[in-house]
């Protein structure tokens, strides 16, 4: 994307932070809830492997219903184990406009993968392409943490596919994601380097933090010093792949902004979840992040009826009054970037803080290491 194109696309979605519009611009859609895999950090655990999930023909109603969408981030389950993945973000790019999609995936079955991005890379007006291989430490520690056998070595495979692809295709870009949580920091320090060296054709390694309603309910976040000695470690090792990459600007702002949160236990960046944002669950329940509860289902009522309804309303106004908080790059995000005074703010405690100039203390300091826990409501349904 050109620069002109960017400022223009950049304009238009900071205008909806001020306008009413039929849909965001941002959709988290979870494609599906079938996974083979039993990761003790996720957040979505009690909601896998479904039989009510939405049909072809329920996403393409979805879709009807919808706006111009200007990012897709398709979520599962695993979300390549969708049999009809490229026809669902045909439909998405060809109706709503869709330039980017973001999947992250646990990169076990190759051929899926390549079949499935290969048929979407068919679309001509899809500007970007980004694979996100979730792993969480070294081969042993990866495969043990996810009850799954090989899980590592399967998604190794699944890079180097999707590498050779990319020769091709140079909209199709390879990221890793990997979430902090107490017992893998040292993991991901390793891992990180390893991926480095071993995967030239990545050239991003995203870090998150633990959230949510965890399968392993001991699972803790990490000590907020050792995740933003971590953090650095990453962002120093990658910088030579980041040049030119549009999110290498923004990424230190939401890693300061993750840790700023977490710290406070409250918003420090007014979240706009709700306005730029929208969650659609498998099973077509509606929400606006994923840390509230639904506001309605699409089997029950369409899109826009949810979205528009006085249950979403008192939802926005709650989230502008900071009753919730949250650590989630999906939603700090478009929150940093689509809010011109807070992109600025946010610039320039980066700035301060990497010219070793102190920022001002959000928390009194803790007496003991803080660690990262976001308690929020359990996500259900029935």
Request: charged share 25%; with cysteine; hydrophobic share 35%.
């Amino acid at each position: 994307m050109n620069l002109l194109s960017r400022l223009h696309r950049h304009t238009r979605i900071t205008l909806q932070n001020y306008s009413r519009r039929p849909s965001p611009p941002f959709l988290i859609l979870f494609i599906n809830s079938i996974c083979n895999q039993k990761c003790e950090h996720c957040f979505y655990w009690r909601n896998l492997n479904r039989k009510d999930d939405l049909t072809r023909d329920e996403m393409f109603a979805l879709s009807r219903s919808l706006g111009r969408v200007e990012n897709l981030n398709l979520s599962g389950g695993e979300p390549f184990l969708r049999a009809e993945f490229g026809e669902i973000c045909r439909q998405f790019i060809r109706h709503n406009g869709v330039r980017q999609i973001y999947v992250p995936t646990n990169g076990y079955f190759t051929a899926r993968t390549v079949e499935q991005v290969k048929e979407t890379l068919k679309e001509p007006s899809l500007d970007l392409f980004v694979a996100e291989l979730s792993l969480d430490g070294m081969a042993e520690f990866h495969d043990k943490f996810r009850g799954s056998p090989h899980a590592f070595e399967k998604a190794m495979q699944t890079y180097d596919a999707l590498a050779e692809m990319q020769k091709s295709d140079p909209r199709l870009r390879i990221h890793a994601i990997s979430t902090a949580t107490g017992t893998n920091v040292d993991e991901i320090h390793r891992l990180t380097t390893y991926l480095y060296e071993r995967c030239p054709k990545m050239d991003h390694h995203n870090l998150a933090m633990i959230r949510g309603d965890r399968k392993n309910p001991a699972l803790q976040g990490p000590e907020l010093a050792a995740y933003q000695k971590l953090y650095e470690y990453v962002r120093e090792l990658w910088k030579p792949r980041e040049t030119g990459r549009y999110g290498a600007i923004v990424e230190p702002m939401l890693q300061r902004a993750k840790v700023r949160t977490a710290e406070a236990a409250n918003q420090v960046i007014p979240c706009r979840a709700g306005t730029l944002t929208a969650v659609v669950y498998s099973n077509g329940d509606v929400s606006v992040c994923e840390t509230h509860a639904p506001l309605g289902n699409l089997r029950d009522k369409s899109f826009p009826e949810i979205w528009h309804s006085a249950e979403a309303e008192q939802l926005r106004a709650s989230i502008a009054r900071k009753d919730c908080y949250c650590t989630n790059e999906v939603f700090l995000w478009p929150s940093i970037v689509y809010q011109p005074w807070h992109l600025l703010s946010t610039m320039l405690g980066v700035a301060l803080k990497s010219g070793k100039q102190p920022a001002p203390p959000v928390a009194p300091p803790a007496a003991t290491p803080a660690l990262v826990q976001i308690e929020v409501p359990e996500h259900k349904t029935e």
